[in-house]
Every structure is written in structure tokens, then in C-alpha cells.
């Protein structure tokens, strides 16, 4: 009920969500959408990357390595040493559970540490001809990709007729075509977010992506949209900060897809 009285608060007074409404089969669900004041306002994404852009970013430095559960990735062992006391400190493991975090003893994985210290320094830089040709895209509305349309799917007109199934048809429709915005919506932020993250990088030489562990031990970079392991806009706007030519096409090719 907290969290209902707190999207109401934000509904009216920012005007920038709505609630929809949907029938889906014999049930009802309630879905929370941005409205077209929040799309137009995103819109012009230079002026507004900023406020767009996570907590979380890339770090133009290299990542602390990891030393302990609360120590590694932004922040260094020494806490109060470091400007990252502003931010809240991230666990080795992404979890809520208190009592597993407490359990790990770091002095038994040191492999694991290895390994994320390695992932974690490792840089990247902005792919300048890739960012340039997709906000071409983006600005010109045209579908490559996956890149999303920049306009709702229109919904078919109520039909004239006193006819139950063209009504019930048309429901159908109309369900349909919500959904398929719904999903365009969140498309479109995303996009929104992964480009304006890498023009605030575009200039940097190299930057670098904090990891963090799942529950089951998977590593993961802690920063979202513009990622290496992102979605295929976020990654096609990467390369290593360090590249290495392949010089023997088919040795060297076979031995990157042997370590890929």
C-alpha cells in the first residue's frame, strides 16, 4: 500500500506516469507507463543524459580490487580514504542476505578474486563510429537492429457495430497493441540511457566496469545500459581500450574463439 501511495504522489505530481487499466482474459492487471509529457522531455537526450544516466557508472581509473566483502570495486579498503564515501558501499555478492555475506571468507576464494580483479581491469573505450551512425538512427526514427520505432503502434478505431464478437475482437486488438507500447516504452529509455552514457564516455581513453558476484557466483559488471554484458546496443558501442591485431587469421582467429 506504501509503495501505491508513493506512485500516486508521483503521478500527480510530476504528470510524467500514468496507470493503465488492462483485461487480459478474465483477469485484470494494472500497468504503470510513462506518459508523452516524460517521452518529450527525454527527448532532447543531450540536455538531459545527466539526470538519465544510473549511480552506477563506468570508472575512468581502474576498479579497487577486490579484498573483502565490502571492499573492492568503487570503493577501496580503506573507506574514508577515498572520495567513493559519498556512494553506498556495493557487497562482493549482489544479495539482501546479511548472514550469507557474513559467512564468505574471502581468504578461500582467491581464485575468484583473481578473476574478478582481472574482469574488472580490463578497459574499454567508446566505439565513436558506431555512437555516430546510432544517434543517426535514433534521430531519424529508422528501424535497424534493435533499435526501437519512436511512435506508439495507433490503437484501431471502437467499432461501429452492435456485433459482440467485433467488440470482443477489437478488445483483443487494443490488449495487443498496449502491450507492444508498453514494451516500446521501456525500449525506448533504455536507449535513451545506453547513448547518453556513451557520449558522456565518448572522450575518456579507456574506462572500466566495476563487477560484482550473483548468488550463484556469476560475475556481472555493477553498471547498467552502457555494458559489455548490456544488450546489443550497449555492447556494439564498445571496444577494448587495448586492441590486439590478428596477425595469422586462421591460428590466431581459432585461439580467440579457444578463450572466447
Not at 39 to 52: M, R
Not at 146 to 154: C, F, L, N, V
Not at 205 to 210: A, K, R
Not at 221 to 246: A, Y
Request: hydrophobic share 35%; net charge neutral; aromatic share 12%.
Amino acid at each position: 500500500e506504501m509503495g501505491t501511495w508513493f506512485l500516486e504522489i508521483i503521478r500527480k505530481s510530476t504528470h510524467l506516469i500514468r496507470f493503465l487499466r488492462l483485461n487480459e482474459g478474465m483477469k485484470t492487471k494494472y500497468y504503470i507507463s510513462p506518459t508523452d509529457e516524460l517521452f518529450k522531455w527525454i527527448n532532447d537526450y543531450n540536455d538531459v543524459a545527466e539526470y538519465l544516466s544510473p549511480l552506477w557508472m563506468s570508472m575512468v581509473t581502474k576498479p579497487f580490487d577486490w579484498t573483502g566483502v565490502w571492499s573492492g570495486g568503487y570503493t577501496a579498503s580503506n573507506f574514508h580514504s577515498t572520495s567513493s564515501e559519498r556512494l553506498p558501499a556495493q557487497s562482493l555478492v549482489k544479495t539482501y542476505d546479511m548472514d550469507h555475506l557474513r559467512s564468505l571468507d574471502v581468504n578461500k576464494m582467491p581464485v575468484v578474486l583473481e578473476a574478478m580483479n582481472h574482469i574488472q581491469s580490463t578497459g574499454f573505450k567508446v566505439n565513436h563510429r558506431v555512437l555516430e551512425v546510432m544517434q543517426d538512427f535514433w534521430r531519424e526514427s529508422l528501424l535497424v537492429g534493435e533499435m526501437p520505432q519512436r511512435e506508439d503502434y495507433p490503437i484501431p478505431p471502437f467499432p461501429d457495430s452492435d456485433d459482440p464478437e467485433r467488440k470482443k475482437e477489437w478488445k483483443r486488438q487494443a490488449a495487443r497493441i498496449h502491450d507492444r507500447n508498453l514494451s516500446l516504452k521501456s525500449q525506448r529509455l533504455q536507449v535513451v540511457k545506453t547513448i547518453g552514457l556513451a557520449k558522456k564516455f565518448k572522450e575518456e581513453s579507456e574506462i572500466f566496469f566495476p563487477c560484482q558476484l550473483d548468488f550463484r557466483g556469476r560475475v556481472y559488471p555493477i553498471p547498467h545500459f552502457l555494458s559489455p554484458q548490456g544488450t546489443d546496443i550497449g555492447k556494439s558501442l564498445l571496444l577494448f581500450s587495448k586492441g590486439e591485431t590478428i596477425w595469422d587469421t586462421v591460428l590466431d582467429t581459432k585461439w580467440l574463439a579457444i578463450h572466447g
